[in-house]
């Protein structure tokens, strides 16, 4: 599965590529603009994204733009996931919002679920 | 016949009488003289009342005080004295018991036979009558006594108009006097408030002003705060020691005044109150005065002890009762300014604290989440040379964080601004801001403390007023001006810190309608410490922003005076 981190803080791109990375099968790469015509390239041919919306609400204009593409799946995170902040994630076309600080723990599985064949 | 002698004595005395003024002298004095001219051993004057009908007054010459008060109360105008309030004629009697109207005299009443009775008129209207009895040597009274007592009775007449003209232009006097004390009660309070309106200051005035008007030995104003009362001010020999004092509302004599809004004058203070302010200056007497705003009572003025060892007089009450309600206008204004002034100063700190929040979460809550997401990214990769350059990174991104909470900090309370005062801490902004934004500034400081020319700092909230007002001028400097240059000067004159922001930047339309979030910041800032701003703005010109601070010693931010720190 390939992969697109994306965002405006290196570190978190950094330690999203570095994480899943880990997971067998997975093909990661970083992307830090996503309106350059390379990287529009490198998104055609992604199976999901993974979108840094900080600083908030700066995200959500790309994140908009971007689902309403091919309908690649987008899994957002968020410093603070407030219940307005995962709203307006989801209402902008993310299928799934998570706060950074549970990265490590819930990342993978959102991955796996968002990219499943839907029952 | 009236003799020639008789006659001058009859113009002489009607001189006498018509020149005294004093009513009591006057009538007295009438008296006198018709016993006087005529040899009558007693006189009376009867002094008619309301209706005209009876004896209102009786007085009497010649009948010693003993015989008077064995004899009781005076006659009322029946039997033959009557006969001339019905029949206002002259009326001569050989032999006044013997008249058929004769009533008899009462028991102790010395013995009369002659008579003769006279009325007096007032302008025409009748006033008493005049009788006199026992003409010396047994004699009746003759034609010549009664004409002369006529003439006296018309002198008399005169000169009790004159006398209650005279007093009635006395009472009109001290009523305008009394009314115009009253007014100048209450001009006093505006005059002497002016446009003040710092609450504790007013109240000071007040507490003066009211001591003098009603020369108290002491005056305090407690202001109802809640279920209680607290005393705010104190004028006179009661120690300041005595302010923040609480009273309750029950069982207390300015709880009892507060409740029914009516004054109440004490001739023994202490032996009235269970809970009284007496006892802090021992004093005897008490005035107290509601302070009624539209029909709300705020407080109460209590005046104790006159300076001149009397009671509080009903004109000392009245002339405090009109300054009250100037005062309580005065005390409610400044109520109002004050609730304003703490709302304003909550919702600047309300927006103080959102914007830090603010701050904490775009820059160092989202550094942290951030570090997280890298170091648990490297925590589960087997490359050994990713996890070292991941480690590398967190380090930058902790040092970049630790610079930001210290900016956090500084920009919270400088604390060169705490230890070494203005000029200092605004050095270290300039030089944070010049690096940070690469402006070049230029920065002036003439302050008082700094350059020696005083011994005393400012008050903190004056330090921190003009701290702020020159941070947030650069904030808006870099944020909207895009300027290269910028002067910054804080010169203090005359009592006044002048604060000057000019950059070369792109200027602004200072008509535009919307005013922006920094310029609105200042202003509320500058408001809380009586502060002034302007800006001098116009497209593709640059901006000058000028700002004015007073000093007043203990006035900005309402500190107290001790607040200065000295070196």
């Known amino acids: ?119 | 016949m009236l003799d020639e002698r008789r006659l001058r004595r009859a113009l002489d005395v009607g001189q006498t009488v018509v020149s005294e003024l004093d009513l009591e002298v006057v009538l007295q004095r009438v008296l006198d003289m018709a016993r006087d001219l005529t040899g009558a051993r007693y006189a009376a004057l009867g002094i008619l009342d309301r209706e005209r009908k009876g004896v209102e007054r009786f007085l009497t010459a010649g009948i010693e005080p003993d015989v008077h008060r064995a004899i009781g109360d005076p006659p009322h105008g029946r039997g033959v004295l009557g006969l001339l309030i019905a029949d206002p004629r002259p009326l001569r009697l050989d032999d006044v018991s013997s008249h058929p109207q004769a009533y008899g005299f009462p028991v102790n009443h010395p013995p009369m036979r002659s008579f003769l009775g006279v009325p007096v008129l007032v302008r025409g209207e009748a006033y008493g009558n005049l009788y006199l009895t026992e003409k010396q040597g047994g004699d009746a009274f003759d034609e010549g006594d009664e004409e002369v007592m006529v003439l006296l009775a018309t002198w008399a007449g005169i000169a009790i108009g004159n006398a209650r003209a005279y007093t009635e232009e006395q009472e009109r006097r001290a009523e305008l006097e009394r009314a115009v004390r009253a007014l100048e009660a209450t001009t006093a309070i505006a005059r002497a408030v002016g446009g003040e309106t710092d609450l504790d200051r007013v109240l000071e005035l007040i507490a003066k002003r009211a001591r003098a008007l009603v020369d108290a030995r002491d005056l305090v104003i407690v202001l109802r705060e809640g279920d209680e009362m607290t005393v705010r001010a104190v004028a006179g020999e009661m120690g300041r020691d005595l302010l923040g004092t609480r009273l309750p509302l029950e069982g207390s004599i300015s709880g009892h005044v507060l409740r029914t809004r009516r004054p109440e004058r004490l001739a023994q203070v202490s032996s009235v109150l269970r809970h009284s302010l007496s006892d802090a200056g021992a004093a005897r007497t008490g005035l107290f005065v509601p302070l009624v705003f539209r029909g709300r009572p705020l407080g109460v003025l209590s005046a104790y002890d006159h300076a001149g060892g009397e009671e509080f007089t009903a004109e000392s009450e009245s002339l405090l009762e009109s300054f009250a309600a100037s005062a309580a206008t005065a005390v409610a204004t400044a109520q109002t300014v004050a609730a304003e002034g703490l709302r304003r100063s909550i919702d600047a700190s309300e927006r103080e604290r959102q914007r830090w929040a603010r701050e904490l979460h775009d820059e160092t809550l989202q550094q942290l989440a951030g570090l997280k997401v890298l170091l648990s990214g490297a925590r589960r990769s087997d490359d050994a040379a990713a996890v070292r350059e991941a480690l590398a990174t967190a380090i930058v991104q902790l040092d970049d964080g630790i610079t930001e909470l210290r900016r956090l900090i500084a920009d919270l309370r400088p604390a060169a601004l705490d230890e070494f005062g203005t000029k200092v801490a605004l050095e270290g902004l300039i030089e944070r801001v010049a690096e940070t934004s690469g402006l070049a500034i230029d920065l002036r400081v003439d302050l008082d403390f700094d350059e020696g020319r005083s011994e005393e700092r400012h008050p903190a909230e004056l330090e921190d007023a003009t701290y702020r007002i020159v941070q947030e001028a650069l904030t808006n400097v870099v944020k909207h001006s895009g300027a290269t240059r910028v002067q910054v000067a804080v010169v203090e004159r005359d009592r006044r810190i002048e604060v000057t922001v000019r950059d070369d930047g792109r200027g602004f339309d200072v008509e535009a309608p919307v005013e922006g979030f920094g310029l609105m910041g200042m202003r509320e800032r500058l408001e809380l410490v009586a502060g002034t701003f302007s800006v001098e703005s116009a497209p593709g010109e640059g901006t000058t922003l000028t700002a004015t601070l007073p000093v007043v010693a203990g006035r900005p931010g309402g500190a107290a005076a001790g607040d200065g720190r000295a070196r």
Do not use: F, Y
Not at chain 1, 78 to 96: I, K, N, P, Y
């Open chain 1, 1 to 119: 599965m390939r992969i697109i981190v994306t965002g405006a803080s290196a570190p978190v791109r950094q330690g999203l590529h570095l994480l899943l990375s880990a997971v067998d099968g997975w093909h990661v790469e970083q992307l830090r603009d996503v309106d350059h015509r390379a990287g529009r390239a490198r998104l055609r041919r992604a199976d999901l994204l993974v979108l840094d919306l900080d600083p908030w609400p700066n995200g959500l204009t790309p994140l908009r733009r971007l689902a309403l593409g091919r309908g690649t799946p987008i899994v957002a995170l968020v410093t603070s996931a407030t219940e307005a902040r995962v709203r307006d994630a989801l209402r902008a076309g993310a299928v799934a919002c998570l706060a950074k600080e549970r990265v490590a723990e819930d990342l993978v599985d959102a991955i796996v679920s968002a990219t499943s064949p839907h029952p």
